[in-house]
Nanobody
């Protein structure tokens, strides 16, 4: 059974930074290394949107709203993906979800709350 667990959310002031982590279990190391890992977010009253994703070859994609501020990275040995978030602003407030795409299957975590407020 594949499990995806996010951590690292919290309350931060505008201009601050947070680092989110997402650990996947139940996948072999080789499957994880070929997976596409992503971070998504959903703010109250809004649809879930893709924030960043990292492909098996470490190619990355970012939403325009976070380019230059957020960095996604992965550690295949630890089966973990990270999202470094800098220069946070109140518009970044949302529940952040991690996704793991393996073949035709997508696995989601439960989400971690990020609140940017003074």
């Amino acid at each position: 059974q594949v499990q995806v667990v996010e951590s690292g959310g919290g309350l931060v002031q505008p201009g601050g930074s947070l680092r989110l982590s997402c650990a996947a279990s139940g996948l072999s190391g080789s499957l994880f290394s070929f997976s596409i890992m992503g971070w998504h977010r959903q703010a109250p009253g809004k649809q879930r949107e893709m924030v960043a994703r990292i492909l098996s070859g470490s190619n990355t994609n970012y939403a325009d709203s976070v380019k230059g501020r957020f960095t996604i990275s992965r550690d295949n040995a630890k089966k973990t993906v990270y999202l470094q978030m800098n220069s946070l602003n109140p518009e970044d407030t949302a529940v952040y979800y991690c996704s793991v795409v393996v073949g035709q299957q997508t696995y989601w975590g439960q989400g971690t709350q990020v609140t940017v407020s003074s």
